[in-house]
C-alpha cells in the first residue's frame, strides 16, 4: 500500500510530516488560503477540479497546499494541523484524484480504505467523498461500522465492493477475517485521527491485525 495520511504526532516516524504553520501573515482560521496559488495548481483532473469549484473551494489551507502534492505523488504522508484546516479534504482530493477506472469486463475491486475511530466519522467522511465524487462515478464510496449486522455488510460487498471503503477498525477486521473485504489490490490506506485510535487498547490491537 503505497500511500497514507493521518493525524498523528509521531517523533520517530521516517515519513514527510505536513504540519500548518502561519504562512506569510495569513491567517490560519477554517479554510483559510495559502498567499499564493489555488486549486488548479494543483493539475487535478477536470472531473474533480469541477466538484471542487462548485462546492466552492478556490485556494487551499496550508496544510492542503503542503501535502496534496506529496500524496498525488504517492508519498507515505503524518498531517497534523488545527481542527477545521482541512485535513480530511487532504486525503478525500487525493485518493478521488489518484482511484482508477475499472476497465470494462473487469470486476470492481477495493482500492483505498480509510480507517476512523467513530461510527459517526466514517458517515460524515464517506459524505465528504460523496460532495465530490460528482463527476467520476467510478469512484465508489461504502461505510461500515459497529451497530449494523456484519451479515448486510456481507452482503453489501457481495453485491458491489466499491473503491473506496470507510470504516472502524473493528468492522473492517471482521469483514477481512470473513474475506468478505479483499484487501490484496488496496493501493491506499489512510487513518483519519490517528491519535484518537491509538488511545483505546482494543483498537491498537485491531490495528495490528
Same mark, same amino acid.
Given at each position: 500500500?503505497?500511500?497514507?495520511?493521518?493525524?498523528?504526532?509521531?517523533?520517530?516516524?521516517?515519513?514527510?510530516?505536513?504540519?500548518?504553520? @502561519?504562512?506569510?501573515?495569513?491567517?490560519?482560521?477554517?479554510?483559510?488560503?495559502?498567499?499564493?496559488?489555488?486549486?488548479?495548481?494543483?493539475?487535478?483532473?477536470?472531473?474533480?477540479?469541477?466538484?471542487?469549484?462548485?462546492?466552492?473551494?478556490?485556494?487551499?489551507? !496550508?496544510?492542503?497546499?503542503?501535502?496534496? @502534492?506529496?500524496?498525488?505523488?504517492?508519498?507515505?504522508?503524518?498531517?497534523?494541523?488545527?481542527?477545521?484546516?482541512?485535513?480530511?479534504?487532504?486525503?478525500?482530493?487525493?485518493?478521488? !484524484?489518484?482511484?482508477?477506472?475499472?476497465?470494462?469486463?473487469?470486476? @470492481?475491486?477495493? %482500492?483505498?480504505?480509510?480507517?476512523?475511530?467513530?461510527?459517526?466519522?466514517?458517515?460524515?467522511? !464517506?459524505?465528504?467523498?460523496?460532495?465530490?465524487?460528482?463527476?467520476?462515478?467510478?469512484?465508489?464510496?461504502?461505510?461500515?461500522?459497529?451497530?449494523? @449486522?456484519?451479515?448486510?455488510?456481507?452482503? %453489501?460487498?457481495?453485491?458491489?465492493?466499491?473503491?473506496?471503503?470507510?470504516?472502524?477498525?473493528?468492522?473492517?477486521?471482521?469483514?477481512? %477475517?470473513?474475506?468478505?473485504?479483499?484487501?490484496?489490490?488496496?493501493?491506499?490506506?489512510?487513518?483519519?485521527?490517528?491519535?484518537?485510535?491509538?488511545?483505546?487498547?482494543?483498537?491498537?490491537?485491531?490495528?495490528?491485525?
Amino acid at each position: 500500500m503505497s500511500s497514507g495520511l493521518a493525524d498523528f504526532d509521531g517523533d520517530d516516524v521516517k515519513v514527510p510530516i505536513v504540519s500548518a504553520q @502561519p504562512h506569510m501573515g495569513v491567517g490560519m482560521g477554517t479554510h483559510s488560503a495559502v498567499a499564493l496559488g489555488g486549486f488548479q495548481d494543483f493539475c487535478l483532473k477536470s472531473e474533480l477540479a469541477n466538484a471542487i469549484r462548485e462546492n466552492g473551494f478556490e485556494h487551499p489551507s !496550508e496544510v492542503q497546499h503542503q501535502a496534496l @502534492p506529496q500524496a498525488m505523488l504517492g508519498a507515505d504522508i503524518l498531517a497534523q494541523a488545527k481542527s477545521g484546516m482541512g485535513k480530511t479534504a487532504v486525503f478525500v482530493f487525493a485518493l478521488l !484524484e489518484q482511484i482508477e477506472k475499472v476497465p470494462e469486463g473487469q470486476k @470492481p475491486h477495493c %482500492q483505498a480504505i480509510v480507517v476512523v475511530h467513530a461510527r459517526e466519522l466514517a458517515y460524515q467522511i !464517506e459524505q465528504e467523498f460523496k460532495r465530490f465524487n460528482k463527476y467520476l462515478p467510478y469512484c465508489t464510496t461504502g461505510v461500515f461500522f459497529g451497530g449494523i @449486522p456484519e451479515d448486510e455488510n456481507v452482503k %453489501q460487498l457481495k453485491k458491489e465492493v466499491p473503491a473506496i471503503v470507510v470504516g472502524t477498525p473493528g468492522r473492517l477486521s471482521a469483514l477481512i %477475517q470473513r474475506k468478505a473485504l479483499e484487501v490484496s489490490r488496496v493501493k491506499w490506506f489512510v487513518v483519519d485521527e490517528f491519535d484518537r485510535c491509538l488511545e483505546d487498547v482494543k483498537m491498537r490491537r485491531e490495528y495490528r491485525r
